[in-house]
């Protein structure tokens, strides 16, 4: 059963370029997450990026908030953005998800579609401690999201991967399906999920961090209140 193409089509058309997946916690989701697809939406010219909710396996440190509501409030994030969509096939699974997984499941789902892997320079630099990593760039490209303080590495096997398969133009993640590194520098807002559930379980007020609909679900559900309390 596949509940998620249905919640990813929910905006209407089915876009036929490019998608970007973006995962995270989301827990919750803020403009950090926010600004950053939406930049990598417009430089990258993607019709599509879903957001792709991470599942919480029980024998993993869980979430604050549940599966329910994370998902819901992703998908009041995307609310009134066109090509942003959520997609909850990992967020359904019991098991750990892993990219390598997901990538090929959207792959047999769109043999056509290049398929943009979004994903952090810190994580980037942890890449090849990820499942069958190497196989990642054979299924779609890797966009990595600079964040300060992080330089893409010259050496190693990271630094033979980008000589490999690094490009700086756009045009190539459109016309190929898979096997590209396209690094960005987006613009930073010093948001975290950890500061802001901290700031809520402290009592405080998470407007303008997130959008008012993610905030709403927030305030409704107390997810957050006196679970996290800010410390020191
Ligand atoms: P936590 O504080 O719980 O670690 P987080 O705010 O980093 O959470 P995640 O859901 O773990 O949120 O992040 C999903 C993705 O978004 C990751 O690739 C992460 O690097 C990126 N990200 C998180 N916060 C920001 C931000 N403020 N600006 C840009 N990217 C961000």
Redesign the pocket.
Same mark, same amino acid.
């Given at each position: 059963m596949s509940t998620s193409s249905a919640t990813s089509i929910a905006n209407g058309n089915a876009p036929s370029g490019p998608m970007g997946i /973006?995962?995270? %916690? /989301?827990?919750p989701i !803020?403009y950090? !997450?926010l *600004? %950053?697809a939406y930049e990598l939406l417009e430089i990258l010219r993607l019709p599509e990026i879903r957001f792709m909710p991470a599942g919480s396996p029980p024998h993993r440190a869980g979430t604050i908030a549940d599966n329910e509501q994370r998902l819901a409030m992703v998908r009041a994030a995307v609310i009134g953005q066109p090509g942003f969509t959520v997609d909850d096939r990992e967020i359904r699974k019991t098991s750990p998800s892993y990219s390598i997984e997901t990538l090929a499941e959207l792959r047999a789902e769109f043999p056509e579609r290049p398929l943009c892997l979004i $994903?952090?320079m810190?994580?980037f630099l942890g890449l090849p401690q990820w499942h069958r990593w190497r196989e990642l760039l054979h299924l779609g490209h890797l966009v990595v999201?600079h *964040?300060p303080g992080w330089n893409a590495p010259t050496l190693g096997p990271l630094g033979e991967l980008l000589v490999d398969h690094g490009t700086g133009t756009v045009r190539e993640l459109h016309e190929q399906r898979a096997g590209r590194i396209y690094i960005h520098a987006?613009t930073?807002?010093? $948001?975290?999920? %950890?500061?802001v559930r901290a700031l809520i379980g402290a009592g405080r007020d998470p407007r303008y961090l997130m959008p008012e609909g993610v905030r709403r679900i927030i305030l409704e559900t107390g997810c957050y209140a006196r679970k996290e309390l800010g410390r020191g």
């Open positions: /973006f995962g995270g %916690t /989301f827990d !803020h950090g !997450h *600004r %950053t $994903i952090g810190d994580a999201a *964040r987006v930073q807002l010093e $948001i975290s999920s %950890t500061d």
